[in-house]
């Protein structure tokens, strides 16, 4: 809620992106009050949350099929409202939530090897001892989740809507409002 809070706030130029740095979590929401007040930020306010609508981990996701919600803001943001109105709610009430990929395991050790031999422990791992990148990409895997939120509790058929955001992210964004509703 709070990050397209900031969204909306940062396109209407209610806040630039210098300054955004400055503010903590309650002067930012003050300083955005002062030109009215939007449903979501009265929702934080009084702590009318989204409820959670979808929960799957990545471990469980088509492999890169849903990134370009964590990379494209402006996308998510035209699916979201998109999925809002194919749900029988209002654009901005519905959230997509899939945290930005990271590395998890980033390090370049030296580790002193039995023979003395003295080898560096990257990304890449080290020969015979430790796959960082599978242990990397496991544990990714794991921690990261795709949510999706509504402004209040719907029932949202699970394969169908992932189905559905298949879809979009296979279409260019200026195409998500065509095709199929994610309901029937």
């Known amino acids: 809620m709070y990050k397209r809070l900031v969204d909306e706030a940062l396109a209407a130029g209610d806040v630039d992106a210098q300054t955004l740095s400055t503010f903590d979590d309650e002067g930012l929401l ?11 930020l009265s929702a934080l306010r009084e702590r009318r949350l989204y409820k959670r609508v979808l929960e ?13 919600i964590a990379d494209d803001r402006a996308r998510t943001t035209e ?11 209002a654009p901005g009430e519905v959230l997509l939530d ?3 990929k990271t590395q998890m395991l980033g390090l370049d050790l030296p580790v002193v090897r039995r023979s003395g031999e003295v080898r560096r422990l990257t990304m890449a ?16 895997q ?17 394969k169908e809507l992932l189905d559905r955001l298949i879809e979009i992210g ?9 095709g199929r509703r994610a309901t029937g």
């Open 125 to 140: 791992g080290l020969e015979g001892a430790i796959n960082l990148p599978v242990l990397s990409d496991q544990l990714y």
């Open 56 to 68: 799957c981990p990545a471990a469980e996701l088509n492999g890169e099929a849903f990134e370009w």
């Open 170 to 178: 296979n279409r260019d964004s200026g195409e998500a409002g065509s």
């Open 98 to 100: 899939f945290p930005t």
């Open 142 to 158: 794991s921690a990261r989740w795709l949510r999706v939120f509504a402004v209040r509790r719907i029932e949202v058929p699970r």
């Open 30 to 40: 003050h300083r955005l009050a002062r030109r009215g007040t939007p449903p979501l």
């Open 79 to 89: 699916t979201e409202n998109l999925l809002a109105v194919e749900l029988g709610l």
